[in-house]
């Protein structure tokens, strides 16, 4: 039965993943034949790649912004949304809305929203005397991965509210009920219930927020591109640079793999530091 | 003495005559007139196989016929194509409609034979339709960039020789064809001829009683003058790489006293033998630094982008939009009352006498998949030599405000294209901005520095910055 799936899964990701692999020890241009260099492009990119190691911190604070926001903001609205009321389902349809949208329209939209000269959000500041916010925020280096990073969390945050509310209304009742017969208050019941009990939906939602920071490419490049002076650049959009600018696909390859193996062990580390067992037996 | 009507008529005739003969004669020797004496070597009439060029003969310099073919034939008629379909890949969505014209013209022309566009945007073309059309033998007709993607194509064998066909010697400028030959071989026909000089609002500098900017002082004068107006003086797209890196192409062609020193530079950075910081580099730098001291950039510059720029330019905002002949067509459309106002002039960087006068580029390279069907072949060629008669050029460059390599093509129906024409009377260099071919690693950073410090970034930090990353990029 499951040989049709194995046969496809081959197909579709298995061979590609390898020759990734395989590709990553070669110098290749896309065009001409592939030349074995060995861990040459490992090491290089280790030891020797400036704009790499420059890039990869720009991943993390993307990545630990995009994570600490996204996740937070969309277990308050959680909390706040769960009954099912119709008001309630009228907020969760409305903050699940932007991710319905392509990513390039979002990305479309908040280039207009953030224009330094023309844009609501900096004529926003100016009308209510905030000057000193209303900077250029995707034309200038300082700014422009927090703008970015902005955005990602407003695209994303309705969706891992809709996981939050599945996994909120999954915690029994009565144990809200036993913490207020004990006298707890909202907060000493969320404390002690809520935030343990979602604490499996929570290492959901930071896994998912991680992999999602780690492939923002079409946010990147329809706002930033990268820019400027490569300061919105993330490990994805230097790896499509590199391979279809570039044309140095043996790099990028080499790059990839690099990506891949920082997201299972970021991802592992998570389920480490939220000590998330699913019972699963071996 | 007494003086009757007639002798008063007499001498007014002879005044007159006096006045208007040196006129009429000073008048006759400006006319451009086959073999007669001329003043602006280079100077030409136009693109016609009747059109004259001033050259020098035995010292002086007088009007000839322009040879503008590889001979001096008129241009041939289209070939015939063989009944199939074929794919057209581009990157030019806003000249869908003018190439559905055009096709199905041909489609007429030749039943049973059909041509679908394929058309992706100009950065997805760029980094994506290498890998499509190799994998694509329908694709037999597409086009390519100059410099970068052509040698990609090259190099990856989808290019067939259309060297010996006889609408690429007589239909085609032959100075156009640089971009798309490799070894005395012609792989395509570069289709437009674009001008990547700045376009002003000429209305508006004939109001303000402004004149354009012929030195670099009177430049960074005008950008005074304008700012204090409350106008842009540059609306210049700096957030928008592509775009903000046509000034640069301004900036390189009187970087130097002669071609050979400026290409040399840009090769020795490309490679990596030079660096950003180097005294020739630096003064360029220090330019676009004199320009935003100088007020001729909008505030924010750096988020200034490709959408804001035309728009303030299409609005009476912005005095100049520095691109090119290629952006006229956005502002025109942006706001029609545009049309007509609009001229070019090329922007000079220096205070000597300036080496070049303008800059012009030969691009959207039409080639015929060498990996396609033979028949598809053949319908790529015949379409190719359809796009190449002056009847269907001149639908092309009308309806699209182009410019294009064809010859016999006549301007006079779009008013933009004849403002913005005299240029190419002027001496002009192929945009040596794509003369730096390592695209992802040295140019594309390069012109991010030039950028940051058009926006106010700090010279020696930022080209300090960026060559240690060029440096890394050419070390992977």
């Not at chain 1, 959009?237 to 193996?261: D, E, M, P, S």
């Not at chain 2, 004259?52 to 000839?64: E, T």
């Not at chain 2, 004149?211 to 797209?237: D, E, M, N, R």
């Not at chain 2, 040295?442 to 926006?455: S, T």
């Amino acid at each position: 039965m499951s040989l049709p799936a194995l046969l496809i899964y081959s197909f579709l990701y298995l061979y590609p993943s390898i020759q990734n692999l395989l590709y990553s020890f070669t110098r290749w241009d896309g065009v001409t034949k592939p030349q074995y260099i060995g861990f040459r492009n490992f090491t290089y990119m280790l030891s020797n790649d400036v704009l790499f190691r420059k890039i990869l911190g720009n991943n993390i604070k993307f990545t630990l912004f995009v994570v600490i926001f996204q996740t937070a903001f969309s277990l308050i609205f959680a909390i706040f949304l769960a009954k099912n009321s119709k008001g309630n389902i009228f907020f969760r349809t409305l903050f699940f809305f932007p991710t319905i949208l392509s990513s390039v329209s979002v990305g479309l939209m908040w280039t207009f929203l953030y224009n330094p000269n023309y844009g609501f959000l900096n004529a926003a500041f100016k009308a209510i005397g905030l000057d000193n916010l209303a900077v250029n925020w995707l034309g200038d280096s300082r700014y422009s991965l927090l703008a970015v990073a902005i955005t990602q969390v407003w695209f994303h945050t309705g969706q891992m509210v809709v996981i939050y509310v599945a996994g909120l209304q999954q915690i029994p009742q009565e144990l809200y009920e036993a913490a207020e017969v004990d006298g707890a208050t909202r907060w000493q019941q969320f404390k002690s219930v809520t935030w343990p009990m979602a604490l499996p939906t929570t290492a959901v939602v930071v896994a998912y927020t991680t992999i999602q920071s780690f492939r923002a490419f079409d946010l990147i490049y329809s706002m930033t591109q990268g820019g400027p002076l490569n300061s919105s650049d993330l490990l994805v959009t230097n790896i499509f640079n590199l391979a279809f600018v570039g044309y140095k696909f043996g790099y990028a390859a080499a790059q990839t793999i690099f990506l891949v193996i920082m997201i299972l062990l970021i991802t592992w580390l998570q389920r480490r530091t939220l000590k998330i067992d699913y019972g699963v037996k071996s | 003495m007494k003086i009757n009507k007639n002798q008063i008529g007499l001498v007014a005739a002879l005044v007159t005559a006096l006045v208007i003969s040196p006129l009429t004669i000073a008048r006759a020797a400006d006319t451009p007139t086959l073999g007669r004496a001329c003043s602006a070597e280079g100077a030409n009439t136009g693109t016609s196989t009747d059109s004259l060029v001033c050259k020098s003969v035995g010292g002086k310099l007088i009007w000839q016929k322009v040879r503008l073919g590889a001979n001096y034939g008129t241009p041939v008629s289209a070939l015939r194509a063989p009944k199939g379909t074929i794919e057209f890949h581009h990157w030019r969505p806003e000249d869908k409609a003018v190439f559905q014209t055009i096709i199905d013209k041909f489609q007429d022309a030749n039943p049973g034979t059909t041509i679908n566009q394929v058309i992706m945007s100009s950065v997805d073309y760029t980094n994506l339709a290498y890998s499509k059309i190799n994998t694509n033998k329908k694709a037999a007709v597409f086009v390519t960039s100059r410099g970068g993607q052509f040698d990609q194509f090259y190099k990856g064998g989808l290019l067939k020789d259309i060297s010996d066909q006889r609408y690429m010697k007589q239909n085609v400028i032959q100075s156009a064809l640089t971009p798309a030959t490799v070894s005395g071989k012609v792989y395509g026909l570069p289709y437009q001829s674009l001008f990547n000089n700045p376009i002003y609002n000429a209305d508006m500098f004939a109001k303000n009683g402004w004149k354009v900017p012929t030195t670099w002082t009177q430049l960074l004068s005008f950008c005074k003058t304008a700012k204090s107006a409350g106008i842009i003086p540059f609306a210049w797209p700096a957030a928008t790489r592509g775009n903000a890196g046509q000034i640069l192409n301004s900036f390189l062609m009187n970087a130097d006293s002669n071609y050979a020193t400026m290409a040399a530079h840009v090769a020795a950075i490309d490679t990596g033998k030079e660096d950003l910081q180097t005294d020739w580099f630096k003064s360029i730098a220090n330019k676009y630094k004199a320009m935003n001291d100088a007020g001729c950039f909008p505030a924010n510059v750096t988020g200034y982008n490709d959408t804001a720029a035309p728009a303030d330019f299409a609005a009476g905002k912005a005095a100049i939009y520095p691109t090119g002949s290629f952006g006229i067509s956005t502002v025109t459309k942006l706001n029609p009352a545009m049309s007509g106002k609009i001229k070019m002039f090329g922007m000079i960087t220096t205070d000597s006498k300036p080496l070049y006068e303008g800059i012009t580029n030969n691009t959207f390279i039409l080639s015929v998949n060498a990996k396609a069907s033979s028949t598809d072949q053949k319908i790529a060629n015949a379409f190719i030599s359809w796009l190449a008669t002056p009847a269907m050029a001149q639908l092309y460059a009308v309806g699209t405000s182009q410019h294009v390599s064809i010859i016999n093509v006549d301007y006079s129906a779009n008013v933009d294209l004849l403002n913005v024409s005299d240029i190419m009377g002027k001496k002009l260099l192929l945009a040596p901005r794509f003369l730096f071919n390592n695209v992802n690693g040295v140019r594309n950073p390069l012109e991010d520095a030039l950028i940051a410090i058009g926006g106010g970034a700090d010279v020696n930090k930022t080209l300090a910055d960026t060559s240690k990353t060029i440096k890394s990029n050419l070390g992977a």
